[in-house]
């Protein structure tokens, strides 16, 4: 007999299912270029694809590995990754589609989509292992509308520039999802003996960091092309190098031994690609790469030794994966570089890229009439310390939209028949999976060497 928890999650499921076949139906159709027509287009596929691949598996398993570092919810932190990222891609298609009118599907329309889906994921982060499958399709629902309202409003409304949308994506995801995760928090979390990691859960979540360290360059250049795509990926790459160095050295200086922490390694490590998303596409040389890099680093692995516990602590937000550390802060430290950027740049420097990055600063022309008289009069563009402001407004919107959809979906998220996960039920698998038994941490096997497993230490080889 299927519990009444599975059937809801199951009819829910269908049911939304069901409504983006139909909407899918009655509304949206290939892209242009993807049309059988008689004469042949250019397709983008060729310079996009390749792109959207990497973004993919970094969506897809990098982001999903990360999150297998709890000992027991690997099955939940891989599988619901992919549940969510599914759902979420259809959801932002459509919304994406209504906000903008164009109703057409192609392999651009996939990349935004995934990177939709990337927002989602990082407020999952916050509350994995503390919240139920239907709870987070619920607050996936309501964060895709207004993160795509957000970023709507900081590209089309305030003109801003954030080609790896560390704003839009990262800093909205981890501050929505740690609102969400106060609204929710309870002290059994605290009290949980379960949300540890074990030497292999440690190596399985290694893995989503390599996929999504190496793969980081793309996320930041695949919406832009031409030297702007050329920069995004050297300024990511350089970012990743100086703050994988800046994180070994900050981990092991934190430590009382010297010792390197994983917890460190596993995300600070990916904080450089976050904090040189705003100005990726920018002219701010490879040194200003390098010292985003650097500064992300600190921040981050300083977040995940003191400021994660204090969180707790302090103000009752529990946040699982840190995403503050990875996502938050370094998102932060992005849109200031980007602001400040913004501030310093000058047609001399950066030549027609200016206006390209930023499309509120070109003059343009305008007719102004004069008695009887109609002329055409240059009227300039934004200044650049204008612009630089608005990139700042441009956070601000970000983080009041992110807190604010945060709160009221976690209130949300409290209605007691979605079934939040009880005391016994938190970070681990066998509330929704049929686990199995050999290897999952306190099942009692006995591994190869006869001695009983103990699930508070690492596994014996």
Not at 131 to 138: F, K, M, N, V
Not at 279 to 295: E, N
């Amino acid at each position: 007999m299927v519990e009444k928890q599975s059937l809801r999650l199951i009819i829910s499921l269908a049911v939304v299912q069901i409504v983006f076949l139909v909407i899918f139906g009655v509304k949206i159709e290939y892209h242009e270029t993807a049309k059988p027509l008689d004469t042949v287009s250019p397709s983008p596929v060729g310079n996009v694809y390749p792109m959207f691949q990497d973004v993919h598996v970094m969506i897809y398993i990098g982001f999903g590995f990360l999150m297998t570092f709890l000992k027991r919810y690997g099955y939940s932190s891989v599988s619901f990754n992919l549940l969510l990222a599914a759902f979420s891609a259809q959801w932002a298609i459509i919304i994406r589609s209504a906000i903008s009118g164009n109703w057409q599907v192609g392999v651009m329309e996939m990349l935004t989509a995934d990177f939709a889906a990337a927002t989602i994921l990082i407020s999952f982060g916050a509350v994995l292992g503390k919240t139920g499958p239907l709870q987070l399709l619920i607050m996936a629902t309501i964060e895709v509308v207004l993160a795509q309202v957000n970023e709507h409003i900081g590209y089309h409304i305030l003109h801003t520039a954030d080609v790896g949308e560390s704003m839009f994506i990262h800093a909205f995801g981890a501050y929505f999802g740690l609102a969400v995760a106060r609204v929710l928090y309870n002290e059994d979390v605290e009290k949980s003996t379960k949300e540890g990691a074990t030497y292999h859960s440690d190596l399985f979540s290694m893995i989503g960091t390599v996929f999504l360290w190496l793969y980081w360059p793309s996320f930041n250049g695949g919406a832009v092309e031409g030297d702007q795509q050329h920069r995004a990926v050297i300024n990511t790459y350089l970012s990743l190098l100086a703050c994988t160095v800046t994180t070994f050295i900050i981990s092991s200086l934190v430590d009382k031994r010297g010792k390197f922490e994983m917890v460190h390694i596993q995300n600070a490590t990916l904080a450089g690609g976050v904090a040189v998303g705003t100005s990726a596409h920018m002219p701010i040389q490879p040194w200003g790469a390098m010292l985003l890099g650097t500064v992300a680093g600190v921040i981050s692995t300083l977040g995940y030794k003191y400021l994660t516990p204090a969180l707790s602590s302090k103000l009752k937000i529990h946040d699982t994966c840190g995403v503050n550390n990875l996502h938050g802060m370094p998102g932060i430290l992005a849109a200031i570089g980007g602001a400040v950027a913004a501030a310093l740049s000058s047609k001399d420097t950066w030549g027609d890229s200016l206006y390209s990055i930023f499309t509120a600063m070109e003059p343009t022309m305008k007719n102004t009439t004069i008695g009887t008289n109609t002329t055409m009069v240059m009227t300039g563009g934004r200044s650049a310390i204008e612009q630089g402001g608005y990139q700042m407004a441009a956070l601000c919107v970000t983080l009041i939209i992110a807190i604010v959809g945060g709160v009221i979906t976690g209130f949300i998220l409290r209605i007691p028949f979605l079934d939040s996960p009880k005391a016994e039920q938190l970070f681990d698998d066998q509330n929704q999976w049929n686990v199995a038994e050999e290897g999952f941490p306190g099942s009692g096997d006995l591994p190869l060497n006869g001695k009983p497993n103990d699930d508070t230490k690492i596994p014996m080889l």
